[in-house]
Protein backbone atom coordinates (compact mmCIF):
# COMPACT_ATOMS: atom_id res chain seq x y z
CA UNK A 1 0.00 0.00 0.00
CA UNK A 2 1.62 3.35 -1.00
CA UNK A 3 1.18 5.96 1.24
CA UNK A 4 1.33 10.02 1.33
CA UNK A 5 3.97 11.34 3.65
CA UNK A 6 2.92 15.11 3.23
CA UNK A 7 2.34 17.29 6.07
CA UNK A 8 0.54 20.39 5.08
CA UNK A 9 0.63 23.10 7.55
CA UNK A 10 -2.62 23.72 9.36
CA UNK A 11 -2.02 27.65 8.69
CA UNK A 12 -3.27 27.92 5.38
CA UNK A 13 -1.67 31.24 3.87
CA UNK A 14 -3.74 33.49 1.38
CA UNK A 15 -1.46 35.31 -1.29
CA UNK A 16 -2.95 37.68 -3.40
CA UNK A 17 -1.26 38.23 -6.95
CA UNK A 18 -1.86 40.78 -9.37
CA UNK A 19 -1.46 39.86 -13.26
CA UNK A 20 -0.82 43.10 -14.88
CA UNK A 21 0.37 44.40 -18.68
CA UNK A 22 -0.76 45.65 -21.74
CA UNK A 23 -3.96 44.54 -23.11
CA UNK A 24 -3.88 41.31 -25.55
CA UNK A 25 -0.62 40.26 -24.14
CA UNK A 26 -2.10 37.01 -22.58
CA UNK A 27 -2.89 37.99 -18.95
CA UNK A 28 -6.29 35.76 -18.82
CA UNK A 29 -5.29 33.02 -20.77
CA UNK A 30 -2.11 32.72 -18.33
CA UNK A 31 -4.87 32.87 -15.59
CA UNK A 32 -7.04 30.52 -17.37
CA UNK A 33 -4.54 28.35 -18.62
CA UNK A 34 -3.40 27.89 -14.87
CA UNK A 35 -6.74 27.88 -13.25
CA UNK A 36 -8.61 25.81 -15.80
CA UNK A 37 -6.34 24.43 -17.96
CA UNK A 38 -8.64 26.16 -21.19
CA UNK A 39 -7.37 28.56 -23.99
CA UNK A 40 -9.40 30.45 -26.19
CA UNK A 41 -7.64 31.78 -29.40
CA UNK A 42 -10.81 34.77 -29.40
CA UNK A 43 -9.42 37.59 -28.25
CA UNK A 44 -12.11 38.96 -25.39
CA UNK A 45 -11.06 42.13 -23.82
CA UNK A 46 -11.79 41.82 -19.82
CA UNK A 47 -14.10 44.22 -18.88
CA UNK A 48 -14.12 43.58 -15.11
CA UNK A 49 -12.46 42.17 -12.30
CA UNK A 50 -12.02 38.66 -12.33
CA UNK A 51 -10.89 36.54 -9.19
CA UNK A 52 -9.75 33.29 -8.95
CA UNK A 53 -8.87 31.22 -6.41
CA UNK A 54 -7.25 28.01 -6.46
CA UNK A 55 -5.03 26.35 -3.76
CA UNK A 56 -1.30 25.56 -4.39
CA UNK A 57 0.77 23.56 -1.98
CA UNK A 58 5.06 24.28 -2.41
CA UNK A 59 7.60 22.87 0.31
CA UNK A 60 4.27 21.04 1.98
CA UNK A 61 2.93 24.54 2.56
CA UNK A 62 -0.57 25.12 1.92
CA UNK A 63 -1.33 28.40 0.12
CA UNK A 64 -4.95 30.00 -1.00
CA UNK A 65 -4.14 32.20 -3.95
CA UNK A 66 -6.19 34.92 -4.86
CA UNK A 67 -5.26 35.63 -8.21
CA UNK A 68 -6.40 39.21 -9.62
CA UNK A 69 -7.27 39.97 -13.48
CA UNK A 70 -8.61 42.95 -13.69
CA UNK A 71 -9.49 45.24 -17.28
CA UNK A 72 -6.13 46.82 -18.48
CA UNK A 73 -4.94 49.72 -16.35
CA UNK A 74 -3.18 52.81 -18.04
CA UNK A 75 -0.88 53.48 -14.73
CA UNK A 76 -0.44 52.14 -11.25
CA UNK A 77 -2.27 53.97 -9.00
CA UNK A 78 -0.12 55.79 -6.76
CA UNK A 79 -1.85 55.98 -3.73
CA UNK A 80 -4.98 54.96 -2.15
CA UNK A 81 -7.21 57.93 -3.56
CA UNK A 82 -6.32 56.96 -6.86
CA UNK A 83 -7.21 53.57 -6.42
CA UNK A 84 -10.07 54.29 -4.90
CA UNK A 85 -11.42 56.55 -7.51
CA UNK A 86 -9.71 55.52 -11.10
CA UNK A 87 -9.50 51.84 -10.19
CA UNK A 88 -12.14 50.99 -7.19
CA UNK A 89 -12.22 47.48 -5.69
CA UNK A 90 -8.79 46.29 -7.98
CA UNK A 91 -7.20 46.08 -4.53
CA UNK A 92 -3.68 46.12 -6.49
CA UNK A 93 -1.96 48.22 -3.49
CA UNK A 94 -1.89 45.71 -1.38
CA UNK A 95 -0.76 42.42 -3.13
CA UNK A 96 1.81 39.76 -1.89
CA UNK A 97 3.40 39.60 -5.51
CA UNK A 98 3.16 40.95 -8.80
CA UNK A 99 3.26 39.20 -12.36
CA UNK A 100 3.93 41.66 -14.82
CA UNK A 101 3.52 40.04 -18.34
CA UNK A 102 4.43 41.05 -21.67
CA UNK A 103 4.14 39.68 -25.35
CA UNK A 104 7.49 38.35 -26.96
CA UNK A 105 6.39 39.75 -29.95
CA UNK A 106 5.75 43.30 -28.74
CA UNK A 107 8.67 45.98 -27.65
CA UNK A 108 5.86 48.42 -26.80
CA UNK A 109 4.12 46.04 -24.52
CA UNK A 110 7.99 45.62 -22.59
CA UNK A 111 7.81 48.81 -22.18
CA UNK A 112 4.61 48.98 -20.72
CA UNK A 113 5.47 46.61 -17.61
CA UNK A 114 8.82 48.84 -17.41
CA UNK A 115 6.68 52.01 -16.67
CA UNK A 116 4.81 49.92 -14.40
CA UNK A 117 7.05 48.80 -12.26
CA UNK A 118 8.74 52.26 -11.84
CA UNK A 119 5.49 53.18 -10.61
CA UNK A 120 5.28 50.01 -8.94
CA UNK A 121 8.33 50.92 -6.80
CA UNK A 122 8.05 55.07 -6.70
CA UNK A 123 4.19 54.46 -4.92
CA UNK A 124 4.69 51.39 -2.43
CA UNK A 125 7.01 49.88 -0.13
CA UNK A 126 8.27 46.81 -1.95
CA UNK A 127 10.12 45.16 1.02
CA UNK A 128 9.47 41.52 0.93
CA UNK A 129 6.97 41.75 -2.18
CA UNK A 130 7.98 39.78 -5.09
CA UNK A 131 7.73 41.18 -8.87
CA UNK A 132 7.78 38.09 -11.76
CA UNK A 133 8.39 39.17 -15.06
CA UNK A 134 6.67 36.66 -17.93
CA UNK A 135 7.39 37.20 -21.30
CA UNK A 136 3.89 35.32 -22.83
CA UNK A 137 3.42 33.86 -27.16
CA UNK A 138 6.95 31.75 -26.48
CA UNK A 139 5.28 30.02 -29.28
CA UNK A 140 5.54 32.87 -31.76
CA UNK A 141 9.11 32.88 -31.15
CA UNK A 142 9.87 33.68 -34.54
CA UNK A 143 7.96 36.94 -34.52
CA UNK A 144 10.00 38.19 -31.43
CA UNK A 145 10.34 42.15 -31.11
CA UNK A 146 12.66 41.97 -28.36
CA UNK A 147 15.95 39.95 -27.33
CA UNK A 148 15.45 37.38 -24.92
CA UNK A 149 18.57 37.43 -23.47
CA UNK A 150 18.78 41.50 -23.49
CA UNK A 151 15.41 41.08 -21.30
CA UNK A 152 16.17 38.21 -19.43
CA UNK A 153 19.51 40.16 -18.35
CA UNK A 154 17.67 43.23 -17.47
CA UNK A 155 15.25 41.87 -15.51
CA UNK A 156 17.50 39.17 -13.31
CA UNK A 157 20.44 41.56 -12.62
CA UNK A 158 18.86 45.06 -12.55
CA UNK A 159 15.47 44.34 -11.54
CA UNK A 160 16.91 41.75 -9.08
CA UNK A 161 13.42 39.49 -10.52
CA UNK A 162 12.10 36.43 -11.99
CA UNK A 163 11.69 35.92 -15.52
CA UNK A 164 10.16 33.28 -17.37
CA UNK A 165 9.04 32.91 -21.34
CA UNK A 166 5.75 30.71 -21.40
CA UNK A 167 2.77 30.16 -24.07
CA UNK A 168 -0.62 30.10 -22.54
CA UNK A 169 -1.52 28.88 -26.22
CA UNK A 170 0.67 25.53 -25.72
CA UNK A 171 0.60 25.76 -22.01
CA UNK A 172 4.33 25.52 -21.65
CA UNK A 173 5.65 26.71 -18.56
CA UNK A 174 2.52 28.20 -17.25
CA UNK A 175 2.74 25.54 -14.48
CA UNK A 176 6.45 26.64 -14.17
CA UNK A 177 5.90 30.03 -14.15
CA UNK A 178 3.25 30.02 -10.58
CA UNK A 179 5.75 27.36 -9.29
CA UNK A 180 9.01 29.74 -9.68
CA UNK A 181 6.67 32.72 -7.89
CA UNK A 182 5.44 30.71 -5.05
CA UNK A 183 8.97 29.47 -4.10
CA UNK A 184 9.99 32.98 -3.95
CA UNK A 185 7.13 33.57 -1.98
CA UNK A 186 7.69 30.51 0.41
CA UNK A 187 11.15 31.39 0.42
CA UNK A 188 10.07 34.97 2.12
CA UNK A 189 7.37 33.31 4.51
CA UNK A 190 9.41 30.66 6.03
CA UNK A 191 12.83 30.56 4.72
CA UNK A 192 14.33 33.38 6.80
CA UNK A 193 11.93 34.49 9.20
CA UNK A 194 12.62 32.31 12.57
CA UNK A 195 9.88 30.76 14.70
CA UNK A 196 8.91 33.14 16.67
CA UNK A 197 8.33 36.14 13.90
CA UNK A 198 6.26 33.32 12.38
CA UNK A 199 3.97 32.54 15.63
CA UNK A 200 3.52 36.37 15.85
CA UNK A 201 2.70 36.76 12.34
CA UNK A 202 -0.23 33.93 12.76
CA UNK A 203 -1.59 35.61 16.07
CA UNK A 204 -1.90 38.91 14.05
CA UNK A 205 -3.58 36.85 11.43
CA UNK A 206 -5.55 35.42 14.35
CA UNK A 207 -5.31 32.49 13.25
CA UNK A 208 -3.33 30.79 15.93
CA UNK A 209 -5.12 29.53 19.92
CA UNK A 210 -2.61 29.56 22.44
CA UNK A 211 -3.56 26.91 25.01
N1 LIG B 1 -0.15 32.65 -30.03
C1 LIG B 1 -0.51 32.91 -28.78
N2 LIG B 1 -1.61 33.64 -28.54
C2 LIG B 1 -1.93 33.90 -27.25
C3 LIG B 1 -1.18 33.39 -26.17
N3 LIG B 1 -1.74 33.82 -25.02
C4 LIG B 1 -2.81 34.55 -25.37
N4 LIG B 1 -2.93 34.60 -26.72
C5 LIG B 1 -3.98 35.29 -27.48
O1 LIG B 1 -3.80 36.68 -27.29
C6 LIG B 1 -5.06 37.32 -27.25
C7 LIG B 1 -5.19 38.13 -25.96
O2 LIG B 1 -5.21 37.24 -24.86
P1 LIG B 1 -5.85 37.66 -23.46
O3 LIG B 1 -5.53 36.60 -22.51
O4 LIG B 1 -7.27 38.05 -23.61
O5 LIG B 1 -5.00 38.98 -23.15
P2 LIG B 1 -5.15 39.99 -21.93
O6 LIG B 1 -3.78 40.43 -21.58
O7 LIG B 1 -5.96 39.39 -20.86
O8 LIG B 1 -5.92 41.22 -22.61
P3 LIG B 1 -6.81 42.36 -21.87
O9 LIG B 1 -7.78 41.71 -20.98
O10 LIG B 1 -7.44 43.13 -23.00
O11 LIG B 1 -5.84 43.25 -21.14
C8 LIG B 1 -6.13 36.23 -27.39
O12 LIG B 1 -6.51 36.16 -28.75
C9 LIG B 1 -5.38 34.97 -26.99
O13 LIG B 1 -5.89 33.82 -27.62
C10 LIG B 1 -0.02 32.61 -26.46
O14 LIG B 1 0.70 32.09 -25.60
N5 LIG B 1 0.26 32.39 -27.78
MG1 LIG C 1 -7.72 39.92 -19.97
Redesign the pocket.
Given at each position: MTSSHLTIDSDQQRIKLAVL?????????????FVNQE?????????RKHVYLPSVIINDHLYELKII?C??IPYFPVNSLYEWTDFRGYGLRNATAYIL?Y?ITSEESFQYIKNIRDQILESRDMHDVPLFVVG?????SDERGISRREVASMVKKHWKCGYIE?????N?HVVLLFKELMKTIDHIDYGHKPTSVRVQDALRRNRCVIL
Open positions: GAPGVGKSSIIRQFNAEYIPTEDPYVDNKHDLCSAKCW
